[in-house]
């Protein structure tokens, strides 16, 4: 499966902004993962949501970003409330497969073009 991010702009600090993520098949099929890669940094998984639609989000995170799905329209969404220019990023979704220690994982080597977020202040 290959899914591709989208919705991404320039916005100003403080709006909110909503990603998209499109899938090939039944996105509640599989867990869903929306990573970010900020300048000079290494992408990181920053929410997931399960197949059986649970969330979860890094503490940096939490309470800003929401994590969804629409399996009518196989998407996911991503959104960011409060933008900081430190959101400012590349943003990906992946789908995502458990390690073996437990954690959340990119499933497929297909990231795609991703989605640029950038806040300015």
């Known amino acids: 499966v290959q899914l591709q991010a989208s919705g991404g702009g320039l916005v100003q600090a403080g709006e909110s902004l909503t990603l998209s993520c499109t899938a090939s098949?039944?996105?509640?099929?599989?867990?869903v993962g929306w990573f970010r890669q900020a300048p000079g940094k290494q992408r990181e998984l920053v929410a997931a949501?399960?197949?059986?639609?649970?969330?979860t989000y890094i503490r940096a995170v939490r309470g800003r970003y929401t994590i969804s799905r629409e399996g009518a329209k196989n998407t996911a969404y991503l959104l960011i409330d409060s933008l900081d220019p430190e959101d400012t990023a590349v943003f990906y979704c992946n789908k995502l497969t458990v390690g073996w220690n437990g954690a959340y994982e990119p499933a497929s080597d297909f990231w795609g073009q991703g989605t640029q977020v950038t806040v300015s202040s």
């Open positions: 949501i399960s197949d059986g639609g649970n969330p």
């Open positions: 098949e039944n996105i509640k099929n599989f867990a």
